[in-house]
């Protein structure tokens, strides 16, 4: 079986123990899925290979808990197949284990290697992780997304990597004549007390026999950790910053031709005819022009080429579904869903509302693909965070049977959640089958800014009741354009919500209600998300709804605080709800109240989300109002069991990123059915001189017994809240739209 190249991963940080202890909420138990245990099997191989399984005989998963996360549901429909792993060791002593996730620059493969290298006791440069391609028996655990793939794969695979470990163990004490209990493993070798030592390589042919029976699988203790909890750099990171990397338009695939789309100059238009296909097809370079259902494609010797050809295109198009929408027609749609929610009040309450732009997820690599289609099969390859789904995405759209479509996950060169959605993999298919040739599809930089996946634009309405200096009530309404969420989701939450209330529920509806929770002491509390159904091309952004919704609330938090004359921090404090969360935010807001220049201000946030918490304090300069800039931050977190610090901080570093550039300047303005937006330069997105010149980023120790907590979602809301907070502190003036400058400063591309 033809197996993708490993992709790796790196980051770093300061490990600080709690300042109280974890509460009984940081349990050793998994809620919904308990401490379930593994049997490992050999798999015929001339080398040692193993295959986890679940042990029947294991008790079975402990029911999801009153209140579960959407990681605990997730990681409960994936659990039925979280076993199907293999790994193996070579004889030259490397290991090698298939990922079922994506590599999306969050350092996953340098995670799960530690994992390896821990439990097998081989030094982590011996292990690649390669990523698997699609494969429908994994049913509902390829999906990377949620902060659940560390949650969800900690005890399986750290179950293949012990159970090679004691069968290497096994054949060194036959080949010795001893009792495998004398034997020893360090550094990828075995070792007897009288000197004696072998290399994996050396036993990993005769760890392969199955002459003696499978003994139970000992995890290693935690005290007995050396590498797991470590801050270990990225184990990609030299092909990183070398170019070695390969990326998905790196591949060598024989015969695949550069290809691009030209697009309707509105959302979702469509192609009428094409005007001037055979001068188009008669430029130098160009092999063939094609239509599709999102456009006309030009495919050509060089991208130059096809860039050339698709923009010499004139084509007759027809409309799309949004072609009259603008910016405050939406924002008039959105107010209006939410804007009778509230009943009349006679006692103390206060109001607030906030509304957030659209953004475009922007990762550096744009969407891509790659396809060699025949009469009989296809083969697909691109960075794929739900490869399950666009492996039948990619059959349905070229009229293949889904056995007969192969697709091959490469490493992304970012996501953000845009890598759920696999338009390039269908469109690169499309293609092809028409040209009748393998193609290298290439999304321009124009085109993944306005015709990509965005953030949904949200609208918030905030009420909270209050008596005697204490809130009595608190009510959120959520109004947001629908997101799309056909990536495989839907399907594994029904699974994982199997006889829980929610299950009728539509899918953004289970999303909501799973994910954005208070994590205070509020009175009576209830959030409701209202969804519009408007056809824009939505997707989950980087922590969905709570970037939006727990950013609206840790605002209107502050502005709770000194309507009833307390300190926010303090009001935080005496709210929140575990002695976890008053551990973070104690650290993080240890500098809370220094004396700052005239013109700056510290704000505060928090965020609780996938059994991790965090919170952030930053000191903002808006001596020029117009031009605020974050100038240092301290952030807080807990994850539960790190297994990377290093990658934990540079997920927050990336969250801090993301919350100062769609807090101040980074937003898509949508005009006659359009983003505005067609490049770095016009999104705004956060550059070198918008980063603080000081951030403090530290790891909490969740406590002897946490397992993993999510992380790739929770650094976003807490940091947004903090600079929105630090402004108001700092001008006098809340801001209740996002991004606070949200000018138009260019001009825009043509259509």
Known sequence: MERTEPAELAASSERTEAAEPAEPAASAERPGVGRRRFLALLVAAPTLTVAVQLDPQAAPAAPLPELPDLGDVLNLAALPTSHLLTLKVAEDGTVDFWLPREEVGQGLTTAVAMLVAEELDTPLEKVRVHLDKARPELVFNQLTGSSNSIRSLYDPVRTAAAAARQRLAWAAALQWGTDPERVTTRDGRAHLADGRSASYGELARAASSDRAAEQPVALKPRAAHRLIGRPTSRIDARALVTGKQQYTLDLDIPGA????????????????????????????GVLAVATIPTGVAVVAETFGQALAGKEALDVEWGPGPVDELDDETLRAKLRGAVAHGFPPLLGRHLDAEFDFAPVSHAPLETNCAVADVRDARATVWAPAQSPIAARKAVADAIGLPDALVELHVVQAGGSFGRRLFHDAAIEAAQVSKAVRRPVRLMWSRIDDMRHGRMRPPTHHKLRATYAAGAPLSFRHRMASVAMDVRHGFGDALTAGLTGLPLLGEATAQVMFALSLRSPYDLGATRQTLTELPVALPTG?????????????????????????????????????????????????????????????????????????????????????????????????????????????????????????????????????GLPLEGSYSQFHYARQRNSPYEVQVHVLDGGPEAEPGGIGELGVPAPVAAIANAYARATGRRPRSFPIDARIDFEPFPR
């Not at 697009?263 to 008669?282: Q, S, Y």
Request: charged residues 30%; positive net charge.
């Open 540 to 672: 989950s952004w980087r922590s969905v709804y709570s970037g939006t919704g727990r950013a609206a609330e840790e605002m209107f938090v502050d502005e709770l605080a000194e309507r009833l004359g307390q300190d926010p921090v303090a009001f935080r404090r005496a709210r929140l709800k575990t002695a976890a969360q008053r551990a973070v935010l104690d650290k993080a807001a240890g500098g809370w109240g220094r004396e700052l220049p005239e013109g700056w201000a510290q704000g505060v946030g928090f965020h609780e989300e996938y059994k991790s918490r965090t919170a952030c304090v930053v000191d903002l300069d808006a001596t020029d109002p117009k031009a605020p800039r974050v100038m240092r931050a301290v952030i807080a977190v807990d994850a539960g069991r790190a297994v990377n610090p290093r990658g934990i901080e540079a997920q927050m570093l990336g969250g801090l990123t993301d919350a100062i550039a769609t807090t101040l300047r980074a937003g898509l303005h949508l005009d006659k």
């Open 257 to 284: 031709k550069p290809a691009m789309v030209r697009r309707p100059p509105t959302l979702r238009g469509t192609v009428r005819r094409v005007r001037n296909a055979a001068a188009v097809e008669a430029l130098p």
